[in-house]
């Protein structure tokens, strides 16, 4: 069955920069687009990158210029660096791929920024 598993989240102090991971399995990694999420204590979950099959990137306005998408398809992996993080970017990360049919989500991982 098709599975993400997220790494990398930590405790950062503002300013610092995290770089987390995602690892796909169970699916044909390289034709589907993928995306990074976040969802902070009390908010909707909202979409904060996405990089396409092609490799084609984008961007939610609340990070761009600081936070790069980028995957390695021979590793099966969608990555985000995230650079100058602000307490704001408290929040749990997801990662997913997204087919015609269905979006698979991973389980998340907790960044914490300190001020």
């Known amino acids: 069955q098709v599975q993400l598993v997220e790494s990398g989240g930590g405790l950062v102090q503002a300013g610092g920069s995290l770089r987390l991971s995602c690892a796909a399995s169970g699916i044909s990694f390289s034709i589907y687009d993928m995306v990074w999420y976040r969802q902070a204590p009390g908010k909707q979950r909202e979409s904060v990158a996405r990089?396409?099959?092609?490799?084609?990137?984008n961007y939610a306005d609340f990070v761009k210029g600081r936070f790069t998408i980028s995957r390695d398809n021979a590793k099966n992996t969608v990555y985000l660096q995230m650079n100058s993080l602000k307490p704001d970017d408290t929040a749990v990360y997801y990662c997913?791929?997204?087919?015609?049919?269905?979006?698979?989500w991973g389980q998340g991982t907790q960044v914490t920024v300190s001020s």
């Open positions: 990089i396409s099959n092609g490799g084609s990137t």
């Open positions: 997913a791929l997204q087919t015609t049919w269905k979006t698979y």
